[in-house]
């Protein structure tokens, strides 16, 4: 069936550096995306998300990227602290208010 | 401050017993949706509402139920508990904005373990 995936289930980054964390959907009809920030014994957090009109969203030292050529979507973390050690979740959403989750990606930050 | 809450954040229960999840919020949002996450499999749909008196079954329905009858909660049963049933619950809510979706909101999770 129709499921998002990621192509990295980890991630390790120098602090300060950026972070880049990719997500690949087959859901052509996907319209709606968004990225959660899970860390350890908490809820998904919602960072940021956006629709199939737009290629590109920038919040604070975050921008998504959408691609909808190759069906890619991806999360950038600009000058990644400590603070954002966490697990990162894509999802998206076709025609309904549901969304269908990817498994995940460990972000860990080095000193 | 608006909020959504489960409860309680911890159970431990045995196979075959009742159990029921709570969950509430208080942003009035009209959507409200349960979800397990296991390791390797992130997190699946179990039961979803559009409102009061609506529930849909989600990607993993089976063994659970949910009733709506007002906005603020959506408790989860477990009819009978099974072990594959051990697993963290997050609870999510949304508010609906004509036909347009927007991001769900969680709830800090409940730890279910079925012995």
């Known amino acids: 069936g129709e499921s998002v995936g990621l192509h990295l289930p980890t991630l390790s980054v120098q602090e300060g550096d950026n972070s880049i964390i990719n997500c690949a959907y087959s859901?052509?009809?996907?319209?709606?995306f968004i990225w959660y920030k899970q860390e350890s014994g908490k809820g998904p957090q919602f960072i940021i998300d956006?629709?199939?009109?737009?290629d590109k969203r920038q919040g604070q030292r975050v921008t998504v990227l959408l691609n909808k050529t190759v069906k890619h979507l991806s999360l950038q973390i600009a000058a990644t602290q400590p603070g954002d050690s966490a697990v990162y979740f894509c999802?998206?959403?076709?025609?309904?208010?549901?969304?269908?989750f990817g498994q995940g990606t460990r972000l860990t930050i080095n000193p | 401050d608006a909020e959504i809450t489960q409860s309680p954040r911890h159970k431990i229960t045995e196979t075959g017993r009742q159990v029921t999840l709570a969950c509430h919020q208080t942003?009035?949002?009209?959507?409200m949706f349960w979800y397990r996450q296991d390791l390797g499999h992130g997190l699946r749909l179990i039961h979803y509402?559009?409102?009061?008196?609506?529930?849909n079954k989600g990607e993993v329905s089976d063994g659970y139920s949910v009733s709506r009858s007002n906005t603020e909660d959506l408790p989860l049963t477990l009819e009978s508990a099974a072990s594959s049933q051990t697993s963290v619950y997050f609870c999510?809510?949304?508010?609906?904005?004509?036909?347009?979706?927007?991001?769900?909101?969680f709830g800090p999770g409940t730890r279910l373990t079925v012995l």
């Open positions: 999510a809510s949304s508010y609906l904005a004509g036909a347009t979706i927007n991001e769900q909101f």
């Open positions: 859901n052509s009809a996907s319209d709606y």
């Open positions: 956006i629709r199939s009109n737009m």
């Open positions: 999802a998206e959403s076709w025609g309904a208010q549901k969304l269908v």
């Open positions: 942003w009035n949002h009209n959507n």
């Open positions: 509402s559009y409102g009061v008196q609506d529930t």
